[in-house]
Structure formats: structure tokens, C-alpha cells
């Protein structure tokens, strides 16, 4: 198991060294042709951050592993807002902007109940599923998410051309991060797969709790580094709204290409965590509400932390 656990290691190191050669990369090459700060914002670095749970899913709903294509999904998104966030906000408190408090929190929890929703089919016979329809509903979705993002920042002055001559690479080292970043992407997303199925084999725990923990933790580290650094320089906005929109493009985009690829069985045991990332998007909002007023303060921070812990700690015990 310890060779399992090296390679496991690796396969995640990789991820995320894939995703940042692929972004740096194509950010630079777009910039080479004019392409503004917004576009690569949109395409580039979205996609980015989120790649390690895409290249993950993608090849998990190939093989069959459903459980980790889930245990992805909603342990990444429950990670993003109990740990990431709470750690955040114990580094500085997090003031939200309004839009973010009325609109893309809001989502967020919409898009968590639409996959409660369909993932149980509760208006079919079908045993519980996200079929190829399902994954059309949430990239349309997805759609609309991007565009009301581009016109959410086409009408915020604060958004320019940064660091317009950003690098002076060669076109040879442009495609050598391009062409590295997918190709680590795709070897440690295979790395990654590979041997948490044999991690949980020999452990006798399930894929769901592979899925649920260290992959979903594993696939994160992009948002945490990202969130945590912008808290230290208390870009808030940049923290809030880094973890927010990541749980929106997993479920709309990454569960959607999922689905796509081959319909996902869906375990109806996985609606608890549902249910705490419903519940944990409810505290957020409630948060903004309280004392400090569209805030998240430290002691709220620290609720969200101490939940996520209980709650696998209850996980775990269940597998005992």
C-alpha cells in the first residue's frame, strides 16, 4: 500500500503542477495576441483551477468508478466551503460584496439541490442516475453562469489589461507548458484514480470515502492556495468568490462532462453530504446577516472548520 500511496502522491503533485504549467502557458500565449484579462479569466484560469476535478471525473466515469465521480464532486465542494473558507476566515474575516451575498451564493445552493434533485430522479422511475440529459440541463446552466459572470465584470471599472508585456517566453517554452500541463494532468489524473482504488481495496473502505476525502481534498489545493494567499493579502473577493464560483463550475461543468462521457450511477447514500453542503451554503448566507453584516467573522470561519471535521470524523467511524 505504500507504493500506492507514493504514486497517489505523485498523481496529485502532478494535477496541480499541470494546471499551473497550463495556465501559466496559455495565459501568456493569449496575451501574445491581445486576448484581455477577462477572457483569460473566464476560459483559462477557471478551467484551470478546476482541471485536477475534471481530468479526475472524466477518467473515473470512464472506468466505471461512479462513486469517486460524486465523491469528487460534492466532497470538493464541501471541502471548498467548510475548509477552505473556514481557513480563510480565521486568517482575516471575509467581507462579501452584495452580489455575491443576493446572487452567486444563492446559486450555489441551486445548484446543489438541482443535483439532489435530478441525481435521485425523483420524477422518473429510473433507478438514481445523472444521465447525458441531466449533463445537457447543467452545461446550459453553465452557460448562463459564464455569460452573467462576463457582465458582472464588463460593468465593474476595476477590471483592466494587467501586466500587458507579463512575460517574454519564446513560442518553444509557451507550448512546452501547454503541452506539460496536459500531459501531467493526464498521467497524474490516471495516477490519481488508479491507486486510490487500490488505497481503498486494501483498506476495505469504499470509494466513496476515497472520493469524499483524499481525492476531493487532494483535488482542492489549487482553491486553498489560491483563497489562503488572497486572504493573507486581504483580497477578500478574490477568496470568497474563488471558492463560490469553483462549487458552481463543478457541478454545471465538471459533473456535466461527466455525465456526457458515460451516464453516471448515482448512490443514494451520497445525499447526507448533499445535504451538509446545502446546509454549510445556508450558513454562509446566514453569515452575512449577522454581527458583522455581509462578513464572514472569525468564530463563523471556525464554525464551518469544526463542522467538516466532525462530520468526517463521523464518516470514518461509519467505515470501522
Known sequence: MLVSILWLTLGLILLIKGADWLVNGASVMAKKYNVSDLAIGLTIVAFGTSAPELVVNVMASVDGYHEIVFGNIIGSNNFNLFVILGISGLIAPLAVQSSTVWKEIPLSLFAAVLL???ANDFFTSSSPLISRVDGFIFLTLFGLFLFYVYKQLKSDPSVQNEDASESDLSQLKIWGLIVGGLAGLIL?????????????????VSEKIIGLTIIAAGTSLPELATSVVAAMRKNVDIAVGNIIGSNIFNIFLILAVSAFVKPVNFNPSFNSELYLLGGGTLILFAAMFTAGKKKLDRWEAALLLVIFIVYTGYLVMQEM
Open 188 to 204: 497524474g489524473g490516471r495516477f490519481v484514480v488508479n491507486n486510490a482504488i487500490e488505497i481503498a481495496t486494501v483498506l476495505g
Open 116 to 118: 439532489f434533485i435530478l
